[in-house]
């Protein structure tokens, strides 16, 4: 009989190795055992493994400094931590840094050989599909995550590190910053990026309905509920579930996502029969959950659920080296669609960008980018091109109706009178921006013909 | 001279042992007797886990091993662990002459459901041919109706026969008759 795979058993208790080394070998396994890091270091240096357990205490160097090592020697090397108590913290750093999984001893013996079985075979599947698996990298990282900043690198790496996990991930940053990017990333860098990835935006839905959209309903659940409809968790079906916005969710809405996160067990809405649901959870805020922690507006249990592995997205203003490489980025993007040629953008066009606050960060600054290329010419877009985004912005003793006149005449004018262009560029339908030229007396000025 | 013998450990019922035995020499084609003979086994109490280590038990049980016995497998009511684990059904020493199998999570009971004696009797005979088939050199068995399947749930044991699968026959073949 072939055997299953190579295990290294890393632990300084003779009798774990034992127990242990033996179990794993009647199930069909290669079995390997190492008392010390260092051992395990010569072990893994002699021939190939497919999977190291490693013990987290170990008197000299432990277990999160071994993974360390060796993930630099052999990143393909499967890693699951023993720990000998539930320790959020150590599970944490361990799969920080790249660790499949971890586990709690004793182990339940289903559950282990779960564990393993499942490393192993994500594993193959995984190497049958490098090429597969590098065009679909390329993909992951989505285009509009841009950025060589330090504070974007971290983020890269952290989605490196989270994606291929289990582990709940959590996204923090302002309104934007890409919370929903990083989340698509993550799906993508996992093993289930084959499967689904449902995103659920909280904050946009009523609490009623947002609980038949996760959980689904039953038929006549509540008026207008005319069929049974599957909820976001089973939809995800073996995929992943993006929570944005959970900063928004209700204390009630809060205790059923607990126990969906604790059980993997959902009830649909007028229904009484658990379902088993298979997914694994992304979430997102642009709040402080702490703060709603505070004021007793977030369930701690929940909180502590979701905040296993986080990820902070900087504002764009916290990294303003990024803006000229997301820019010419944009001008790629736009120049496709609009199918205008718009090659550039000018040295001062980028300089007074850089120096913009963009609270609405980097969606922000797509918005100017494509409305620039609007009202540019051909060639380069030039600092001109973006005053009517930003100029509003700095003088602060207008009325709000003052300023929007202002800045709807100078959009018009920079259109060259064409209101179809103009409406375009602020975002409002041709007639309303009509019915406000007519209110601000705009008459066009004439032009001259050829 | 090919021997299997059974060896109570604690207070295994007598009833369990007489209907294991025949059911064994059905299978492996061997003699199977029932030792006098009981292992008492409180040395192996981990007081707090309130379980007995099935591998310290294994190795108290060598003393008990006839020159003319081959395999010697202890039935016991008792909960059973090892360090690692939660549980375990039993243990045995691959390739060795030593094997436990426990009754202790085979019974409905423990599942608070009423008692069901056939269905003990069948799941502790799997369990036996289980652990006899590593005492052959046997691993898992990747058939899920094998007794060699890996289960660790009573729900997969229910699941497996009492015969070994062909190939797992073929491999342990003969080792009673060396
Ligand atoms: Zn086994
Ligand atoms: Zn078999």
Redesign the pocket.
């Known amino acids: 009989m072939s055997s299953k795979g190579n295990i290294l058993i890393v632990d300084d208790e003779l009798i774990v190795r034992d127990s242990l080394g033996r179990w794993f070998c009647?199930?069909g396994y290669e079995v390997g055992t190492a008392g010390s890091a260092r051992e395990a270091l010569n072990l893994v240096a002699q021939q190939p493994w497919d999977l190291a357990l490693l013990d987290i205490k170990m008197p000299g160097t432990d277990g999160i400094e071994l993974q360390r090592r060796l993930r630099e020697i052999k990143p393909n090397l499967i890693v699951i931590i023993m720990t000998g108590y539930a320790s959020v913290d150590t599970a944490v750093t361990a799969l920080k840094n790249g660790a499949y999984d971890y586990v709690v001893k004793p182990f339940d013996p289903d559950e282990i050989t779960h564990t393993v079985q499942n490393a192993l075979s994500h594993r193959r599947a995984e190497q049958e599909n490098v090429r597969l698996r590098e065009a679909v990298a390329e993909v992951a990282r989505p285009p509009e995550l841009i950025g060589q900043s330090t504070a974007m690198k971290r983020v890269f790496e952290a989605i490196v590190t989270v994606g291929p996990t289990e582990a709940t991930a959590l996204i923090t940053g302002e309104s934007g910053t890409g919370k929903e990017l990083v989340a698509r990333a993550i799906h993508a860098a996992s093993p289930r990026k084959y499967n689904r990835l449902v995103v659920i935006h909280c904050g946009a839905l009523a609490e009623t309905l947002l609980e038949s959209e996760l959980f689904g309903h039953e038929k006549g659940a509540f008026t207008g509920a005319q069929y049974r409809r599957k909820g976001s968790f089973e939809t995800a079906d073996g995929g992943s579930v993006f929570l944005d916005e959970i900063g928004d969710i209700s204390l009630k809405t809060q205790t059923d996502l607990l126990r969906v996160l604790q059980e993997r067990e959902i009830t649909r809405v007028g229904g009484n029969q658990s379902i088993h649901v298979d997914f694994r959870c992304i979430a997102a805020t642009n709040k402080s959950l702490e703060k709603l922690l505070e004021e007793g507006l977030f369930r701690p249990d929940l909180y502590y659920r979701l905040n296993v592995f986080r990820i902070e997205l900087p504002p764009l203003r916290d990294r303003r080296e990024d803006v000229p490489l997301l820019v010419e980025h944009f001008i790629r993007k736009f120049s496709g669609s609009m199918n205008k040629r718009v090659g550039s953008v000018s040295r001062e066009a980028v300089d007074k960008l850089q120096h913009y606050g963009w609270p609405g960060n980097v969606r922000e600054l797509e918005n100017a980018v494509e409305r620039a290329m609007v009202v540019a010419q051909e060639g380069e877009l030039g600092e001109k091109d973006f005053s009517l985004t930003l100029a509003s912005s700095e003088s602060a003793d207008q009325t709000l109706e003052e300023a929007e006149r202002a800045h709807i005449l100078r959009v018009v004018e920079a259109c060259g009178g064409n209101q179809t262009q103009a409406a375009t560029v602020l975002d409002i339908d041709r007639v309303t921006l009509h019915n406000k030229l007519k209110k601000y007396g705009w008459k066009r000025t004439p032009v001259e013909s050829p | 001279m090919s021997l299997i013998q059974l060896l109570p450990v604690g207070d295994a019922e007598p009833s369990w042992l007489g209907t294991l035995a025949p059911a064994l020499t059905a299978e492996f084609g061997v003699r199977c007797e029932i030792l006098t003979a009981k292992l008492d086994p409180r040395f192996s109490l981990h007081p707090e886990r309130q379980q007995y280590l099935s591998t310290e038990i294994l190795a108290r049980m060598q003393a008990y091993l006839a020159p003319n016995s081959y395999r010697l497998l202890g039935i016991t009511p008792l909960d059973l662990y090892i360090p690692i684990l939660t549980f375990v059904y039993?243990e045995?020493q691959l390739d060795g002459p030593c094997a436990i199998v426990s009754t202790y999570r085979l019974r409905q009971e423990f599942f608070g459901l009423p008692p069901d004696e056939d269905l003990l009797q069948l799941r502790l005979l799997k369990e036996a041919v289980?652990?006899l088939?590593?005492t052959l050199g046997l691993?898992?068995c990747q058939n899920y109706e094998c007794p060699?399947a890996?289960?660790h749930t009573v729900e997969l044991i229910d699941l497996k026969g009492t015969k070994l699968c062909a190939g797992c026959r073929a491999q342990s073949l003969g080792k009673f008759h060396q």
Request: proline fraction near 0%; hydrophobic fraction near 25%.
């Open positions: 009647d199930e | 039993g045995a289980h652990e088939g590593h691993t898992h060699m890996a289960s």
